[in-house]
C-alpha cells in the first residue's frame, strides 16, 4: 500500500491469524495504535509488522501472558520492565532444567530400575531401610509426599512398592537440599509417568520440551531485538 502502509490482512495472513485477532492485539497494547485513514480504516505500517513478528516468537518462548506483558511494557516505553520479565522467564527455564537433572539424579541413585515390588512394609521397617526416623516419614506424609494407606483393623500405615519408591525418591532430594514444597511437583511427574521405565521416556520429552523451549527464546530475542532497534529505540 501508500507510505508503507499495511492492512490487518497483511499483518495477519503470514501468521494465520484473523485481521480480528491483530485489532485485539492492537487494543490489549501488544501491537503499538495506529493511525486512521481519512476513511477511519487502520492504518498499520512495518512497525507494527515486526511488533507482531516478535509477539508470535515470544509466545513460545515465554508463553502468551508473559510475552503480552513484554510487548505491552516495550510499547509503553518500559523497556526495562519487559527485560525484567525476560530475565525472569529465563530464571525460571534454569530452574525447570535443574528440576528435571535433580529427578535424573535421585533415579540413577536408587536400585537399578525394575518393577515396583508388589509387597507392603510398614513405617518401622521402612524408616530403618532409609536410615531415617519414622517421625521423619510421619512429616513428608503430612506434607502429601507419602501417600501411605492405614489398615483398617489396626490403623497402622501400609506402605506399598509405589509408596517405597516415593519415599526413596524424597530421601535421595533431600539429601540434594531439595525443601519439600519444592519435591512435590518432581513426585507428580513420576506417578503421572506410572513407574521407571515410563519415567525415562517422560523424562527425555520433559528434555526436550526444555530444549525446544530455550530455542524459542534464542528466537524470541531475535525479533525482539529486531524490533527495538529498528522500531523502538531511538538511532544513537
Known sequence: ???????????ARPHGLSTQAVRN?????????????????RAYTPRHAQALRAFVALIPAHGHRTATAIMQAIN??????????IDESHAQLLEDRRTLQAVEEALRALAPARPVEPGVTFIGPLARRLGIRPATLRKWERAG???????PRTGYRVYTGADVR?????????RGGYLLEQIAPLLAQVRAAGGQEPLQSALREWRGRLSA???????GAA????YLSEHVEPAP
Open 166 to 174: 516415593d519415599a526413596q525418591l524424597v530421601h535421595q532430594l533431600r
Open 25 to 41: 492485539y492492537e487494543q490489549a497494547g501488544i501491537l503499538p495504535p495506529a493511525a486512521r485513514t481519512e476513511s477511519g480504516y
Open 76 to 85: 509503553r516505553g518500559e523497556t526495562d520492565a519487559a527485560l525484567k520479565l
Open 1 to 11: 500500500m501508500p507510505g508503507g502502509r499495511l492492512r490487518p490482512v497483511d499483518l
Open 213 to 219: 523451549r530455550g530455542r524459542a527464546m534464542i528466537k
Open 223 to 226: 525479533e525482539l531485538e529486531t
Open 145 to 151: 509426599l507419602v501417600q501411605p494407606r492405614r489398615d
